[in-house]
């Protein structure tokens, strides 16, 4: 049998539920519900089928099967035993293996009774299927074969999900349905290989939530975020289908290297490892360099330039290679500040070039020599974020074989993508994508309201530039963006499965499968609204998004009226998922609503009832810490993460700064893209994208871009509008994306009535003036003017010469 070490699951698991004790809930899905033929029997008359795994097989292997175990006993009372032992007292059995390193398998696979074609040489790919006297004394088992381990454990975990345990069973407390008896009928499974070779997540901002509630809750002996809590990070990963971490590296928390046994639990769990855009080499600077390099090397570090400290840089970065020299990794190159900021060195460009240039040769360097490899073996990725991008583009040389990761501008809108030459990398291409934020022009880290239908649009956009190798999410602090990151991930899985026309669907499957399909439509509907809200402006910016007096009293309305049907609903849910219901659906709500009272209230001079509204969030706030699940995520939500102005009481406002806030140009007619004719073959409509609830598209994003001279051979949408004479602003509403990749705009022609076509581009370089308007407002916009001499119709033609471009609705001024 594979042994763990003392930081094992088991044992992890024993510390973390003595202190917080978990009762087993129902929740909305049943392995099989009444009247379904069932051809596996898991428990029945309190018995159950025994796991079996091989003596031979990985840590993550023994940890896959005892939690399928634990799973299976949550549903019914009754604990499988997990043995390497090929027998069953029941004649049935669960027999889990991996192709080549299990004798069982390999066994079946021999005697044909499985075959492996669907899955042999495939990255983390799996099967599931019955088979009949697959060994001596065993007359039946369901049997779970992967291509390599980590399959091998996702299959484990798929068969988890289909009995009816949500992947956020301990993360959300979302727990399966009591049953008596468990079985379950299904067709022959096979899946993988994923879309995305790494596919991940990074533990970010971590100083308000995540490390004070593991250090109070979870890792209560080192106070910090340490190897219990990456233990129920790590499986919550493998029930996700990820295998790559950026581990939290915030000033608050010690690096993940300082903790043996972190490295250790991702070794068992078969997490690779990685680390952010401004670690390279697996260091934390902000601990390694700032706050240990004395503890390690006996002396104080010098300053981090690698122009003028190259000695000392060198040696930090090549201790960390020799010591990850066993370790699944892959491995950030490059240099940029000692956090999140440019690299020290050269005032000019070129300059800088040339010594990222020389970083990066001799950190390949490292590579050769300590890993025993050539380095376009090892993995490596390179992110031109932020200020990077420039360097790149101006002549940085990154070797083929390292993967290109594009960061998107931090509020969810891919920067620039690979361009055809850039696609024949051997390296690849990949994404840093965020769903929680700290930075300009506003941080968003209280809740998480990037939609669906905008991750898929613009994911599935870089998937089709090339950008299958390794995708990661900036998740905050895990909570409270549950839907958002299992949504990425299964994305990240399957590409196909939710491409961004059906993506809005997301919400309403993901609710059945947590909530029961009689709560489904309700739920999503109260998520399309939440989501709809927050692209218009984000709960954490509504200090800075100007409105008209008639759109706050309608936000006002519609946020009361979602609030109303969440609280409504959760009288009807069973009282065993009250606890996940209202850290998945009510708590987000009910804060976005308290926040929009708070912010508009204080425009409006209704100062009581902003502050009513301000004290809700309180309350609410201290129910989801001390109240929901005895207790268990104390400290998790922060209502005023690094204190920012937005959150805090409201204070009158005088008259000047109310102006400075209240829009008054007043539309004269709004078109929504329902309203427009194109042709269906060349354009489609993405439910939930944009601010008006739906967006105009190219369908396909590898797609020609047109040249003004060609601008009637675009795909074109039309409306006719009648109106009186007078002069009119026409304004385009558009999803606030950026071209592509360079060498591409984002230009559309419009056409009024007999005149020449105006072109149009809404691309916005980040941090422009546009920008930091943009990504507040959720849209971008441009403007064009006509004259209607007299009485009649303005007829408006919009061509699309760029892909990737969104409209959202046409606003006549």
């Known amino acids: ?13 024993g510390i973390v539920l003595t202190n917080l004790p978990l009762t087993p809930h129902a929740s909305g899905q049943e392995a099989n519900p009444a009247g379904t033929q069932a051809n596996f029997q898991i428990v029945q008359s309190n018995k159950s089928v025994p796991i079996i795994f091989d003596q031979k097989a990985a840590d993550v292997i023994e940890i896959s099967a005892n939690a399928l175990a634990k799973d299976i006993e949550l549903i019914t009372g009754t604990k499988p035993i997990v043995t390497n032992k090929l027998k069953s007292d029941s004649k049935t059995a669960i027999i889990v293996g991996t192709l080549g390193n299990s004798v069982a398998i390999d066994q079946l696979v021999k005697s044909g009774k499985i075959s492996k074609d669907g899955i042999a040489g495939k990255w983390e790919s799996f099967l599931i299927q019955t088979v009949d006297s697959p060994a001596a004394g065993i007359d039946k088992a369901l049997v779970i074969a992967g291509s390599d381990s980590r399959g091998t454990a996702f299959g484990v975990f798929e068969l988890s999900k289909r009995l009816g345990v949500s992947p956020w069973v301990w993360w959300a407390d979302v727990n399966p349905a009591k049953q008596d008896e468990l079985q379950i009928a299904l067709d022959d499974v096979v ?16 100083d308000w939530a995540l490390k004070p509630w593991a250090a109070k809750n979870i890792d209560t ?53 990685g680390s952010s855009h401004c670690e390279p080499m697996l260091r934390n600077n902000v601990d390694e360099w700032k706050k240990n390099f004395k503890n390690e090397y006996e002396k104080k570090p010098g300053p981090w330039r690698y122009d003028t400290n190259k000695e000392e840089i060198h040696r930090y970065w090549e201790d960390r290679v020799k010591e990850s020299a066993n370790v699944d990794a892959v491995y950030t190159i490059g240099m940029r500040g000692v956090h999140d900021g440019g690299m020290p060195g050269p005032k000019t460009t070129e300059g800088q070039v040339k010594l990222l240039n020389e970083v990066i040769k001799d950190q390949r360097e490292m590579f050769a020599k300590h890993l025993g490899k050539d380095p376009a073996e090892i993995p490596q990725i390179f992110c031109p974020y932020k200020e990077v991008l420039k360097l790149y583009q101006s002549g940085a ?4 074989d390292v993967t290109l990761v594009w960061a998107d501008d931090n509020h969810g809108y891919i920067r620039n993508l690979s361009t055809p030459e850039e696609q024949k990398r051997s ?16 941080d968003y880290l209280w809740l998480s309201t990037i939609a669906p239908p905008l991750i898929s649009y613009e994911l599935s956009k870089a998937y089709a530039y090339g950008a299958d190798r390794l995708w990661v999410m900036n998740v905050g602090d895990i909570k409270p963006a549950e839907l958002e990151t299992e949504f990425a991930m299964d994305l990240a899985w399957d590409v196909n499965a939710w491409p961004p026309e059906k993506s809005h669907e997301y919400a309403k499957q993901w609710a059945a499968r947590t909530f029961g399909k009689e709560y489904a439509e309700e739920i999503a509907d109260i998520k399309d609204v939440y989501y709809k809200l927050a692209i218009a402006a984000k709960p954490e910016h509504m200090d800075s998004v100007p409105f008209s007096s008639e759109e706050m009293n309608t936000r006002l309305a519609e946020y009361k009226e979602v609030a109303e049907k969440a609280s409504a609903l959760k009288a009807k849910i069973p009282a065993h998922l009250q606890d996940a219901y209202y850290q998945l659906i009510l708590y987000p709500v009910l804060g976005s609503w308290k926040m929009n009272e708070k912010q508009l209230y204080t425009r409006m001079g209704e100062d009581d009832k902003a502050m009513a509204a301000y004290k809700e969030i309180i309350a609410y706030t201290e129910v989801y810490n001390k109240e929901i699940s005895n207790g268990k995520w104390d400290r998790m939500m922060s209502m005023i993460p690094r204190n920012r102005p937005v959150f805090k009481a409201p204070k009158k406002m005088d008259k000047k700064s109310v102006e400075k806030y209240l829009l008054t140009d007043k539309p004269i007619k709004t078109i929504a893209v329902s309203d427009l004719q194109f042709d269906s073959k060349e354009m489609h409509i993405i439910p939930g994208l944009g601010v008006d609830g739906a967006s105009l598209t190219r369908k396909e994003f590898v797609s020609e871009s047109y040249q003004q001279a060609d601008a009637a051979k675009a795909p074109t949408a ?8 007078g002069k009119y602003r026409i304004e385009l509403v558009c999803v606030p994306t950026h071209a592509i990749h360079e060498g591409r705009n984002l230009t559309m022609a419009l056409k009024i009535n007999d005149e020449d076509s105006q072109f149009l581009d809404i691309n916005s370089p980040a941090k422009s003036d546009a920008w930091y308007k943009n ?11 006509y004259e209607l001499k007299e009485d009649g119709y303005l007829n408006l033609q919009l061509g699309l010469l760029d892909p990737g471009l969104a409209i959202s609705k046409i606003v006549i001024y």
């Open 191 to 206: 899946m993988g290989p994923p879309s995305v070779k790494f596919r991940g997540i990074f533990l970010n901002d971590e």
């Open 427 to 442: 390296g690849g291409s990949g994404v840093y994508y965020h769903l929680s934020y700290w930075g300009v022009p506003k």
């Open 397 to 400: 040389e990154i070797p083929d």
């Open 718 to 725: 039309s409306c006719k509008i009648k109106l009186p004479k």
């Open 221 to 273: 002996d080192v106070k910090d975020i340490g190897p219990k809590t990456y233990a129920q990070i790590f499986e919550l990963m493998l029930r996700l289908k990820a295998n790559y971490i950026w581990p939290a590296m915030h000033p608050c928390t010690k690096a993940f290297f300082y903790y043996p046994e972190n490295v250790k639990v991702a070794e068992q769990y078969n997490i690779v490892l």
């Open 1 to 13: 049998m594979a042994k763990l070490n003392s930081f094992s699951l088991p044992v992890l698991l």
């Open 775 to 785: 990504v507040l407002r959720g849209f971008s916009a441009a403007d064009a003017k």
